[in-house]
């Protein structure tokens, strides 16, 4: 993750490094087990500032998460930079990484349950609903760059990425909440079927 | 679900009514609103049972999950009893519906809630790897089955069973914590992917 969120190894500024802290501290506790004096601890600035800017832990996690969408969109290439295929291998990377990395796995947790906070909680919803949209459309824009090219066949291109997007979303939650890592079969099935119905002869 | 599960229209001794009022509680409080007390109010034999029975919520849950999964296992029709592509649309059918009926969604989103809790709780985590380990080793069969009546391909079936269960668990959680139901589109992808990759030309 550091590699990929520049936040992680240096945040530029005060919000950088509450978002930064609150990564940490969420690997480190979960969202059950994470309070704010929590978050505080990792924080090397001012805890009064912290306080001052969040009234709970919850109203601090829904910015932490609308900030992790925004970083998640800067880190996919720009659409056309690349070729099709290999950006929506990164997308596909982006959600689904094929080795557990300790620290990978534990953020994954963290995130399943925030999800699950959606559950009972509109505010949650709303993040969540915005989120698995933005992921889904810029496999949709991805897709349709493709098709223009002709590296990928006429699909129908809203289905298959919200087939694609929940076949990511579901192999995170099994990582998250079993003891079987089947991040690699989910992996190589995925990428065949791109190969098979999505790449053009 | 009624029409499913017979506990839950009439439930057959003590065990299926507690079954059947914790299966109501969570669908109108969820997890996090869940209490024993609660359970007891649609339990209509005696309360102090219940306590009796159950030190906490939790273990009444981690039972109620247990009774669950082989009742998801007696719904699905005996392996060879029917087609192989008409058994494995019915485990699909299981875990997603293409309506959104009330019921149907609170108790998705109460399992959302409880699949959660295996991010931080062994107990649950364990639940949850038997369960999809079960889901998987029904597509498995299903699909060892018709590789050998010819009616699917010869298939890595591991993985797909892997990535199949992966798209149903994140269609389910998709619907459990966006706005959005996106249950027919991946439906509709899901069947177009069993078709082009699944069955025999």
Redesign the interface.
Known sequence: MTDTFSFLAEPADTRESIMQATYFALCEH????LTIARIAEDFEKSKSLLYHHYDSKDELLLDFLGFMLEEFQRSIPEDGKEPPEKRLEKIIEGSLEPETWDEGLKFT??M??L??Q???DER???H??DH??VLRETVVETIETGIGQGVFRDV?V???A??L???????M??L?????D?SP??R???D??VS??LRAE
Chains 1, 2 share one sequence.
């Open positions: 979960g969202y059950a087990g947790r963290a399943t349950e999800r699950a959606a559950a009972h949650f919803r709303k969540f609903t698995d949209r129908d809203e289905q298959v919200a087939f997007v929940a076949a990511l979303s579901g192999g939650s099994q998250a909440t079993t003891e079987s089947l079969p989910i190589e099935e995925l065949r079927y098979v119905v």
